[in-house]
């Protein structure tokens, strides 16, 4: 049975651990001072839920998703670093969290688990372990382009690693996740899967996983690779997500909160965009009761304004304490399906697609049954006919339903849709990439930069 609910006793696991992890390396004499409370051989069933927690709540949740949402006109950035993030200024101290949270946290505690895996034989670890390292190596590329990789969590031995060419990163992210598929697929594993607060330790869900993820960068190199992507997408998608049940999420609960709740709570220099609200407005989308928190009522604020009276807030499906972090859902992998379809001449299974991920995201985010979602006003507003649909009709439900995700930043500039207009006062275009963080530019003299934001990473042709 798969668990995504997460237990206090688990988080708290999960951030003790986080503090275990830095507590000895302060000490000069180890042979003497070892701390009791920090293990020598932290087990993987302690390990991962770490490595989870941490894609979910500062990647997924928090230093990714907000600067992209601010820049794809969700939200807009009234104040303080978020009105200067919403202009467009990103700089790279901006980004030293970020990258050091994947590189030194997740990426570190994913090599060692890898490590143990192969160890033990327990290849259900390695399997669960891969398909993160990819989804991890796949959310950073898609920000940064050419990343440390090969030569990526070395220590000592080299301080130095050099960056490795997104391309090639494209490749390592499929061959990860082939490998995972090998290895969750095994009937030999010396010690089960334990502590995953993703999936409840079930191999099979972390299998649909994969194979979802696959399709999603499959499709992603369509202006670098050409029409093949479509087939191959298609070939991934069967075997893929069937349901909501099966998204790829992290659950926050009532103690330990989501991360856009404790920005908004500490900071709330945020409000919804208008560009967003208006869209959901003109197609009458439920969806906006639970996106913003007025509802049906909600106003949003031209984006790049200080406007803040009358503006709404975001809403309990991002903002709540019990906010899931969405790593890839059913109505993603629905949408991927129809673009496939729809660039392989099926415009009519295309449409189904297109109509099943907007009723998928519909019924996730309001709870809603199949039936109910159908008989709203929204479906007969979205339900254009098999001729009628093309490629900005799919990315705008895609964008909708993609909502406080960094995914639409990847979407946008391979597609091009939505189409936005730059914010009000910004002195330059949308950014294309991130900036590469200062600790890098100062550290590691194989650093490819300074860049500017509005340069195109390799796949954004």
């Keep these: 049975m798969k668990v995504k609910n997460i237990s206090k006793l688990q988080i708290a696991i999960v951030l003790i651990f986080a503090v275990f992890l830095t507590s000895c390396d302060k000490w000069i004499d180890t042979d003497i001072n070892i701390s009791p409370n920090s293990p020598s051989d932290v087990p993987m069933k302690l ?3 770490n490595i989870e927690a941490n894609m979910a709540y500062s990647v997924e949740g928090n230093d990714l998703v907000r600067p992209t949402n601010l820049w794809l006109q969700y939200y807009n950035g009234y104040a303080r670093q978020s009105f200067t993030q919403g202009h467009y200024i990103y700089n790279p101290s901006d980004v030293n969290n970020l990258w050091g949270t994947i590189y030194s946290d997740i990426i570190a505690d994913i090599t060692k688990v890898i490590q143990k895996a192969q160890e033990t034989g327990s290849p259900h670890y390695e399997g669960v372990a891969k398909v993160c390292l990819a989804w991890t190596l796949g959310t950073s590329t898609d920000v940064w382009g050419n990343i440390p990789y090969t030569e990526a969590i070395q220590g000592d031995e080299n ?4 960056y490795d060419s997104q391309e090639s990163v494209y490749q390592a992210i499929q061959n990860l996740l082939s490998e995972a598929i090998v290895a969750l697929q095994s009937t030999e594993n010396a010690i089960d899967l334990e502590g995953d607060l993703v999936y409840g330790n079930d191999p099979t869900l972390w299998i649909k996983a994969a194979y979802a993820l696959k399709a999603r960068y499959a499709i992603t190199l369509s202006n670098v690779v050409g029409s093949s992507v479509y087939a191959e997408a298609l070939g991934y998608l069967g075997k893929g997500f069937t349901s909501n049940s099966d998204n790829f999420e992290f659950k926050f609960d009532e103690t330990h909160y989501s991360p856009l709740y404790s920005f ?4 709330g220099d945020i409000t919804m965009a208008s560009t967003f609200i208006d869209m959901m407005n003109d197609d009458q989308d439920q969806r906006i009761k639970v996106y913003a928190e007025d509802g049906l009522d909600a106003v949003g604020a031209p984006p790049g304004t200080d406007i803040v009276d009358g503006i709404s807030a975001p809403g309990p499906y991002a903002a709540a304490k019990t906010a899931s972090s969405y790593f890839m859902t059913y109505a993603e992998q629905k949408f991927i399906e129809a673009e496939a379809l729809l660039k392989t001449d099926k415009s009519g299974d295309a449409y189904q697609a297109y ?8 019924m996730m985010a309001l709870d809603a049954t199949e039936d109910e979602v159908k008989g709203w006003d929204w479906y007969t507003n979205i339900s254009v006919g098999a001729s009628s649909l093309d490629l900005e009709l799919i990315m705008r439900q895609k964008y909708i339903a993609g909502y406080n995700t960094a ?3 990847v979407d946008y ?13 910004a002195s330059t275009d949308i950014p294309r990439r ?3 963080p200062q600790s890098e530019l100062t550290y590691n003299s194989n650093t490819e930069g300074p860049v ?4 195109r990473i390799w796949w954004d042709k």
């Design 452 to 455: 500017k934001l509005t340069d």
């Design 264 to 267: 908004m709570d500490e900071r």
């Design 434 to 436: 991130f900036p590469y």
């Design 159 to 162: 301080l130095n690693p050099h």
């Design 47 to 49: 390990l991962l839920p």
């Design 407 to 409: 995914q639409p930043y």
């Design 355 to 362: 109509l099943d991920g907007a009723v998928a995201s519909n």
């Design 413 to 425: 500039r391979r597609t091009g849709y939505p189409v936005l207009e730059r914010a009000d006062g």
